[in-house]
Structure formats: C-alpha cells, structure tokens
Nanobody, 123 residues
Framework: QVRLVESGGGLTQPGGSLALSCVAS????????MVWYRQAPGKERELVAT???????NYTDSVAGRFTVSRDNAKNTMYLQLNNLKPEDTAVYYC?????????????????WGQGTLVTVSS
C-alpha cells in the first residue's frame, strides 16, 4: 500500500528557513500532481503549493516568492523550501499525492495523504 512520509519540520525564528520532504513508497504506483497543505491551530486546512508531474507549480498568494515546491520523480519525492518564514506560517504541513496504484486487479486512482510535519516559527 502506498504511503507518504513528510520530514523536515521544526522550530525556527522569523526570517529563517526550513526544507520539507515528502517521500512516497510502497507497492507499484505512478505519481501525478502532488500538493502541500498546511493547517494552523484553530484554522482550516489550506492549500500551499502544487506541482504537476511535469513540474508546473502554483502557490497560494501568502507564500508566493518565499516558498518553492519541487520534485524528484526518480526518487518519488516532493520538496518544499520555506524561506523568510513568518509566525503566521506556523502549522502542520501535509503532503498529498494523486497517483495511479498498480495491483493484480489493474490500476486504481488514489489520493494519499501523509501524516504531517510541524513547522513552528517563533522568536
């Protein structure tokens, strides 16, 4: 079964940087669009950045110019570089992958979520 595992969260000061990773593993699959979301305490989950299998990216306005999403298809990994962090960026960051999973029954389209990694920006 395909699973996603995020890493790279932690505590940093305002203006600092962090690098998140999201690795897909388990079974046979083909990754399509991958997405970073975040959920701050007491708030709804919001989309942060998307990247297609071809590398086309999109960002929510609040992170554009500060965050960079990328992926390494050979490693089944998506990255999120967070620069010039602000206290309002504090949240649990989740990755999601749209993918085709291959099984003996054929191909199945899935949306798979990671467990999240906490980013805290505080002085």
């Amino acid at each position: 079964q395909v699973r996603l595992v995020e890493s790279g969260g932690g505590l940093t000061q305002p203006g600092g940087s962090l690098a998140l990773s999201c690795v897909a593993s388990g079974g046979m699959f083909s990754l399509n669009t991958m997405v970073w979301y975040r959920q701050a305490p007491g708030k709804e989950r919001e989309l942060v950045a998307t990247i297609t299998s071809g590398g086309t990216t999109n960002y929510t306005d609040s992170v554009a110019g500060r965050f960079t999403v990328s992926r390494d298809n050979a490693k089944n990994t998506m990255y999120l570089q967070l620069n010039n962090l602000k206290p309002e960026d504090t949240a649990v960051y989740y990755c999601k992958a749209n993918l085709w999973e291959r099984s003996t029954a054929g191909y199945k389209f899935l949306e798979v979520w990671g467990q999240g990694t906490l980013v805290t920006v505080s002085s």
